[in-house]
Each structure stands twice: as structure tokens, then as C-alpha cells.
């Protein structure tokens, strides 16, 4: 028996959907979700960022207070986005996100060196990238809803990372060709992408204001938006837990995986080969991604990745070069299915009209972990060598899949609501 969104859209379905019993409009809307996806991350400009900025004359630490500032910029406009994803049409702001991103690379080309520019251009993908956080997330889990598709969801948030990891993988390994012929092409060029990315989002239907979904959120009832906001995290566990799992896990994961071509140059891999190793990491990391919603049948993963992430870099201490990086290429893997998880039971969990809010909210704790995980492991880099600080980091990963152990197995615990057959 067709779902109530299906019988409401029945007219609007091919022959070929309406057998299948998946509604047109929603694959529809779920091909252009997907082309945006890939679109916003396929950036030639990648393969020279942010090597570019010294290549233009730019001292190491001025390119690292510019990377700290986009961090930065993404805790001040997260929040505001979030909120806006909740009281307008969400494809306006993922039309607005790749304008935002187009117009730092047009302003990285014309700097020619000027610093104050460059933090200005900056700033621009701070916004893209706080535009889109809360506002696709929110989007893509009413989308499925609406159309009856809940089950899937999961499996299509891993098709949506994946679809990030080929991405960015590709459009790094074709900007290489294009950096070689010229430096700013690789902007240049990139903002075809950027263009189809704003097409596409504008075709994906924002399917509030349909009877099964509630309406657009008027302005005033902005203090009600922020309310509910609180309301989530304070009366709902499985929010507060996945919060903290994903600042303090996820986050630390990602964050120390910016420095692992220092790892490689430290057990001797030749510059040539790093590429390649990183290329390897991201192709698993796509098929991890893509079935990731296999491992919803494996609760224990939330304990067990971290534990094994974090085992692996102890031991990359001590292993010969070959194994070392086998070794920290594991760890870094299993990250991609844990991000599709995490993702899908957050979502899960929250309920209300301000469910972009709150998983801006959620977006902004993490970049502030993120900044306070760069600090500290340039403090530990300052005292220990790489191999040192990357066990460090493992010790870390061992404690925090022993706290998340003892989270499960406490009674109502929302790990354990939330992994319950």
C-alpha cells in the first residue's frame, strides 16, 4: 500500500516509479541533491590550496592564522545560517553557498599577493560553508520523510558522502593537470562546477509547506526557533550524546588527519608515493562511506572503531615504515562510516521546526573542538616528534572508546536506546 506522500503526489509519478513505489518528484529531487553534493566539492583549486597562498608570497604563519580564521568564520555565521535554513526556502541558501565559495576564488585571483584579501575571501567560504551545514542536512531528512523513504536514509547520507570523498578526490588529482599549466586556472576552472552545483541546488524542492511537513517558520517566531533549539539538547539524550561523540571522536579524528603527510614524510615515504597513499585513503574511505549502512547492525562500532583508530596509532610508533603506514591509513578509514552514522542518528533524534538550528549548533561546537584540537597538537608537535604525537593521539582514542563503553552499557543510556534492535 502507497504511503500518504505517494497518493498525494501519485500524478507526479512515471510509470516506472509508481511500480517501483518510490515517488518520482523525490527521485528527482534526490538526483540534483546528489549532483550538488559532488558539484560543491569537485574543485581543481583544491590541488593547490592552500600552497597557493605561499607560492604568492605568503609566510607559513600568516597562511596558518588564515586557515585558522575560516574556522573561525564558520562558528560566527553557523548559527545565523542554521536559523535562516529554518525560516525561508533551504534552496536559496544552497544556491547562495557556492556563490559565496565562487566569490572567495575570483577574490584569490585578483589579490596577487594581498594578504588582507585573502582573509577576505576567506570569510566568503566561511559563509559557503555555514550555509550549507544545518541547511542540507535538514533538507535532505525532510525530503525522505516526506516521501516515505525513511528506511533508506542511512544508505543515502553514505551515497552523499561518498559522492564528497570522489569529489574532492578528483577534482585534486585534475587540478594537478590544470596547476601545471597555470596557477589560477585552477580557481578559474573551478567555478564551472560552483555554477552547476547553484543549478542543481535550485532544482531540489524544499518540501515544507506540504501537508505531511510543517510550514515555513514565520520571523518572529525566531526566540521560539532558539527555544526549541535548547529544548533539543536538554530533553533529548540521544542529541546531547551524539554531540559530544562526534566533538570529541569525529572531530579529533578529522582534525589530526590534516597533519598525517607530516606521518608519511616522517617514516621516509618519498614525496611522490604521498599523493598516491592519500589518493588509497580516500578510495577506501568512499566504499566505507557508501555502506555504512551496514554498520547499523553493528552497534559495538562506536566503541570499537575508536578503540581500534586509536590501538593503530600506538602501535604506528613502533612498526617499520610499510606497516606504520598501513597502520595509520586504517585508522583514518574507519572514520567514514562513523560520520555517516553519527549523521543519520542525530537527525534521527531530533524532531520541531528547528532542526537546521540545531544541527548548526552542532556544526559550530565542532569547528571550536577543531580549533582547540589544532592547538593542541601543535603544542604536542613543539615537545614530541610526529610518530610521538600521533601515539599521543591514540592514547587519547583509547580513553575516549573506553568512556563510550561505559556509556552503553549504563541502563536508558541513549547509546543503548538508540542501538536497540
Request: hydrophobic content about 55%; glycine content about 8%; aromatic content about 12%.
Amino acid at each position: 500500500m502507497p504511503s500518504p506522500a505517494q497518493e498525494l503526489y501519485v500524478d507526479n509519478l512515471s510509470p516506472t516509479a509508481e511500480q517501483s513505489g518510490t515517488p518520482y518528484v523525490f527521485r528527482r529531487a534526490l538526483r540534483f541533491f546528489y549532483i550538488q553534493a559532488f558539484s560543491y566539492d569537485f574543485i581543481f583549486g583544491y590541488a593547490i590550496f592552500p600552497a597557493y597562498f605561499q607560492l604568492q608570497g605568503t609566510s607559513p604563519e600568516i597562511i596558518g592564522a588564515i586557515l585558522a580564521f575560516w574556522a573561525a568564520g564558520i562558528i560566527v555565521f553557523e548559527i545565523p545560517a542554521g536559523l535562516l535554513a529554518d525560516l525561508v526556502d533551504r534552496r536559496l541558501l544552497l544556491i547562495l553557498s557556492p556563490v559565496a565559495k565562487a566569490t572567495c576564488f575570483v577574490i584569490w585571483i585578483f589579490a596577487d599577493g594581498d594578504v588582507l584579501l585573502y582573509f577576505v575571501g576567506m570569510a566568503f567560504w566561511s559563509l559557503a560553508s555555514a550555509l550549507r551545514t544545518g541547511t542540507k542536512e535538514a533538507l535532505l531528512f525532510d525530503l525522505v520523510h516526506t516521501y516515505g523513504q525513511a528506511s533508506r536514509y542511512t544508505a543515502i547520507v553514505g551515497r552523499e558522502r561518498a559522492l564528497q570523498e570522489a569529489a574532492t578526490l578528483l577534482g585534486a588529482a585534475l587540478g594537478g593537470l590544470v596547476v601545471a599549466i597555470d596557477l589560477k586556472l585552477a580557481f578559474w576552472t573551478s567555478l564551472i562546477p560552483l555554477g552547476v552545483c547553484m543549478i542543481a541546488a535550485g532544482l531540489v524542492h524544499d518540501p515544507r509547506g506540504r501537508p505531511e511537513v510543517s510550514e515555513h517558520v514565520p520571523l518572529k517566531q525566531v526566540p521560539h526557533l532558539l527555544r526549541s533549539t535548547w529544548q533539543e539538547f536538554v530533553t533529548v539524550p540521544e542529541a546531547r550524546h551524539l554531540t559530544l561523540y562526534v566533538a570529541l571522536c569525529v572531530t579529533f579524528l578529522t582534525t589530526i588527519e590534516d597533519f598525517n603527510q607530516l606521518f608519511m614524510l616522517a617514516v621516509g615515504t618519498p614525496v611522490w608515493l604521498i599523493g598516491l597513499i592519500v589518493g588509497a585513503i580516500g578510495v577506501a574511505r568512499l566504499t566505507l562511506a557508501y555502506h555504512a549502512h551496514w554498520f547499523e547492525r553493528f552497534p559495538a562500532i562506536t566503541w570499537s572503531a575508536p578503540l581500534v583508530s586509536g590501538l593503530a596509532l600506538i602501535a604506528s610508533g613502533f612498526l617499520p615504515p610499510i606497516f606504520a603506514l598501513l597502520a595509520m591509513a586504517g585508522a583514518f578509514i574507519l572514520v567514514a562510516p562513523l560520520l555517516v552514522l553519527t549523521t543519520s542518528r542525530f537527525q534521527k533524534a531530533l524532531g520541531g521546526a528547528s532542526r537546521a538550528t540545531t544541527t548548526s549548533v552542532m556544526s559550530a561546537i565542532i569547528e571550536g573542538l577543531s580549533v582547540v584540537f589544532n592547538i593542541a597538537i601543535a603544542v604536542l608537535l613543539s615537545q614530541l616528534d610526529v610518530l610521538q604525537t600521533y601515539q599521543a593521539g591514540g592514547i587519547y582514542l583509547v580513553i575516549f572508546a573506553a568512556w563510550e563503553i561505559t556509556q552503553a552499557r549504563r541502563p536508558g543510556s541513549a547509546a543503548r536506546t538508540a542501538n536497540a534492535p
